[in-house]
């Protein structure tokens, strides 16, 4: 079983910058990528971005040159780094941890910038 923490959400100004992280424990497990989402009520949760254990990254649209992810592969943590921050990235920021066989997800963490 893996465990999986975030930390790092809060309420910020538009143009302002957050950083969020995430931690995975527990143990029998090798996690193969780390990930952001994020959702708003009645929408589906959507990439943010991800990291693969060799450092590979995938962006979401909206968050290209605004957002980094990066990996501390040895402690199986992951953070995201958010700059220039808009009202519409106003979200619970999910994080995921997928194995070979399955996903773990965290139990979110808000993020609201005002405008």
């Known amino acids: 079983q893996v465990r999986v923490v975030e930390s790092g959400g809060g309420l910020v100004q538009a143009g302002g910058s957050l950083r969020l992280s995430c931690a995975a424990s527990?143990?029998?497990?090798?996690?193969?990528?780390m990930g952001w989402y994020r959702q708003t009520p009645g929408k589906q949760r959507e990439l943010v971005a991800r990291i693969t254990s060799v450092g590979s990254t995938l962006y979401g649209d909206s968050v290209k040159g605004r957002f980094t992810i990066s990996r501390d592969g040895t402690k199986n943590t992951v953070y995201l780094q958010m700059n220039s921050l808009k009202p519409e990235d106003t979200a619970v920021y999910y994080c995921?941890?997928?194995?070979?066989?399955?996903?773990?997800w965290g139990q979110g963490t808000q993020v609201t910038v005002s405008s």
């Open positions: 527990g143990s029998g497990f090798s996690i193969v990528t």
């Open positions: 995921a941890a997928t194995t070979v066989v399955v996903d773990y």
